[in-house]
């Protein structure tokens, strides 16, 4: 049953750079949540969560010099174990720039191709890993000091139709009930080629033919297992993923299979999406999807439920609870600088 909801903009706000990327999130030893937004020029720009609507512009915090290239990526995990959150800064060089307590701990140099994505992933006995994603097609994972392992998508045979190599287009760790029925932790990777390979360990378990190249995922429980075509063997529920399409359209994928029909299509090329949990047990998750087009669109159950006119194409989606009402906002960030704050009101 399609969700009744509306977008309400608390607060809208400017800033001086060109802003390639966003996350909003503790950091460092920081006592609250800070905006953190990666720039053309390499540079960190640390800024507070507005408090009011008084000024146009955020309140600068810090910055951080990467002395690196273009910002592609950003992620907020405790990846050295130090006690407080690390900030890693993925560049269009091929670098992941490793910021600890506000100084750079590391600088890894894994090859000449931007790297567009970073992930954590867990194994089953807590160990953690860094996984990056290029557009050269590799697939490296890594601690601040230490190479793990390495495998090159490109290298999976390609159908004699495609004359060209795979790049990675989008890449999530998550955890899926495998085929024995056991919780496992996975890396899903697609790339430019229609593929979707399902990774464990630095090797691929299984690849998927996608309907679209798919340019984002999310995770969560978009669809009732009821009204799935897929059959679920053994009778659990497990954490579905939104496959966003180049083409605009919307593909969930359960149990190692992609649904034939799809979810949602907004007809228009799609690289955001995002999920936004609902807010009583056992309702199905939102997909919050944003591309090349002024709006940011909000799903529930494969239907439209409402969309937000922004001033530019967003180009980064977040959440946090910016008015301490208890619920989480979304912070996006547009190629004009602004920076925008919704609330769904439902």
């Not at 006690?83 to 000449?112: A, P």
């Not at 999310?218 to 009732?224: A, E, I, K």
């Not at 679920?232 to 497990?238: A, L, P, R, V």
């Amino acid at each position: 049953m399609k969700q009744e909801a509306s977008f309400k903009c608390i607060s809208q706000k400017r800033v001086s750079v060109k802003c390639n990327k966003l996350v909003v999130g503790h950091v460092f030893r920081y006592s609250s949540q800070v905006i953190i937004l990666g720039g053309e020029d390499g540079v960190i720009g640390v800024y507070e969560l507005p408090t009011n609507n008084h000024s146009e512009d955020l309140k600068l915090r810090c910055t951080l010099e990467t002395k690196s290239g273009p910002i592609q990526s950003l992620l907020l995990y405790d990846v050295t174990k130090l006690g407080s959150v690390d900030l890693l800064v993925g560049h269009s060089g091929g670098r992941v720039t490793i910021f600890c307590n506000e100084q750079i701990l590391n600088r890894c140099s894994f090859s000449e191709h931007s790297v567009d994505q970073l992930q954590v992933d867990h194994d089953a006995t807590g160990n953690l890993s860094v996984v990056v994603g290029d557009k050269g097609g590799n697939i490296h994972a890594f601690l601040p000091f230490q190479p793990l392992w390495r495998l090159r998508i490109s290298d999976v045979p390609i159908p004699q139709s495609v004359s060209k190599s795979a790049a990675v287009t989008c890449l999530l760790t998550a955890n899926l009930t495998s085929p024995s029925g056991n919780i496992c932790n996975y890396i899903l990777v697609c790339d430019d080629c229609q593929r979707l390979h399902i990774v464990q360990q630095g090797s691929i378990v299984q690849t998927l033919q996608t309907q679209s190249v798919i340019t984002a995922m999310c995770c969560g429980q978009f669809l009732p297992e009821s009204e799935s075509e897929i059959t679920n063997s053994h009778g659990q529920n497990c954490s579905q993923i939104a496959l966003a399409g180049q083409d605009g359209s919307i593909y969930i994928m359960s149990h190692f299979q992609i649904y034939s029909v799809e979810y949602g299509s907004v007809h228009l090329p799609l690289t955001q999406v995002m999920t936004f949990p609902a807010s009583e047990d056992g309702e199905m998750d939102y997909i919050l999807c944003a591309g090349h087009f002024n709006a940011v669109m909000l799903y529930h159950t494969g239907k439209l439920v409402t969309k937000y006119t922004t001033s530019d194409w967003v180009n980064a989606m977040a959440t946090a609870d910016v008015d301490n009402d208890g619920e989480k906002e979304i912070i996006i960030s547009c190629l004009d600088n602004t920076i925008g704050f919704l609330k769904v009101q439902k």
